[in-house]
């Protein structure tokens, strides 16, 4: 079975930019989570969304932070403008019930 | 409300030794309580978790832990480590209200000494 898929899984770009992350989820699980994980803070619950719909977001660090669920298979976040402090280890998980799967991760450096 | 504290960032223990990686919680509502591991570069997989049940949970790599309600801890065991154990390690617990977010402990990075 697949698992939880992630694109890209590196990015580097100038600050400034934006930057996309993309995720498909295990097919058949109604929740799917965005974390972003550095060295200072550890693993960090940015939103969470339940039947497409966002449940949590609170742990957006700010505007410049989106994320989207258009249908059931795929989940974007987006970070427009860039800024160096955002590198970090963005992860995707996703889960019927409380297990959660993790995907790979993207590691995104802005320069 | 649910909290999770790892104790020690860092563990180290020699090849062959006991691996003893701490977490107490503390939860309104009967918790459900896992263990996932991360290699690097790598993302998080699930390593155990108790729901219901026996107390004691046997997960993969010969990792085991034991829910202690009246010490309100999920301790992670195995008999004896092997090099291939060095990870980071993250216990969690179910936020409750059937809204199936986990909190989150900060993660016990284990160093296994040949």
């Known amino acids: 079975d697949a698992g939880v898929i992630q694109s890209p899984r590196h990015e580097v770009t100038e600050m400034g930019q934006e930057v996309t992350l993309r995720c498909k989820p295990i097919s058949g699980h109604d929740y799917l989570f965005w974390y972003r994980q550095t060295m200072m803070r550890g693993l960090e619950l940015l939103i969470y969304f339940n039947n497409n719909v966002p449940i949590d977001d609170s742990g957006m660090p700010e505007d410049r932070f989106s994320a989207k669920m258009p249908n059931a298979s795929f989940s974007t976040l987006k970070i427009q403008p860039s800024e160096p402090r955002d590198s970090a280890v963005y992860f995707c998980a996703s889960s019927l019930g409380t297990l959660q799967h993790f995907g790979d991760g993207t590691r995104l450096s802005i320069l | 409300a649910q909290s999770v504290t790892q104790l020690g960032s860092h563990v180290s223990v020699s090849e062959g030794a006991l691996v003893l990686l701490r977490c107490n919680y503390s939860?309104?509502?009967?918790?459900?309580l896992f263990w996932y591991v991360q290699y690097p570069n790598q993302g998080l997989q699930l390593l155990l978790k108790y729901t219901t049940g026996a107390t004691l949970v046997k997960g993969i790599n010969g990792f085991e832990a034991e829910f202690k309600k009246s010490e309100t801890s999920f301790h992670l065991t195995k008999p004896s480590a092997h090099m291939s154990d060095a990870a980071e390690y993250f216990c969690a617990v179910s936020a409750g209200n059937s809204n199936y977010q986990l909190i989150w402990g900060a993660g016990t990075k284990l160093i296994i000494k040949p």
């Open positions: 939860s309104s509502v009967p918790p459900y």
